[in-house]
């Protein structure tokens, strides 16, 4: 098959596929806390969700130039969220519909892959709690990348699979997502139930709209 025939779906993770607002909320209050600060406000951390650890938790600093503090948060969100997956009660949820989308993608022959501002451990994590391991075909995470909006993430899937641009969808919740696909070439598709609101994701480039998972398929040719 020609790469020209080939259909890529790029998903992001947190905010797309599950729900992990509520882990990654407490577990940056636990960083900030333990480092004597006074915790961010959660709408602040929610627009963060989607980067790396280290430009998200630059971005909430009282001093983002202050590279010592930087490490010690960076370790200490590190230490929490280790913790946290412990917990017999841990939990990131699937969206609605996630599961269902994804079987009918990969069913569909529609190459799947994800990218995304989480750890490759955390990912992989991610992927076992829910069974998801025949899905994806790439996985990019910033272990081996440049952080979001950086198109490298895309461009290094794209390669891996065999797929071009111009058939390479990129679904995520927040502007990073948009960003970065628009900075790939790809197209840009901007879900409803993430952390960005619609009018943030138009803005930075989103080519579709979704408000739910059945959304999906017919975007990218599957009925």
Known sequence: MSSSALKLVVFDCDGTLVDSQYNIIRCMNKSFEACDLTPPIENDIRNIIGLNLEEAIRMLMPNPADEPLLHQLVACYRDAFREQRLKQDHEEPLFPGALEVLEKLYSSNVLLAVATGKSMRGLKAVIKMHGLEKYFTSLQ???????????????????????????????????????????????????????????????????????????????????
């Open 141 to 223: 995470t910033p272990d081996q990348n440049p952080g979001k909006p950086h198109p490298q993430m895309l461009e290094k899937a794209m390669a891996e699979v065999g797929a071009d641009c111009s058939n390479t969808y990129m679904v995520g919740d927040t502007s990073y997502d948009m960003l970065l696909a628009r900075n790939a070439g790809c197209h840009a598709i901007g879900v409803g139930w993430g952390y960005h609101d619609f009018q943030t994701l138009e803005q930075s480039g989103a080519n579709h709209l979704i408000y739910k998972y059945d959304d999906l398929p017919p975007l990218v040719g599957i009925e």
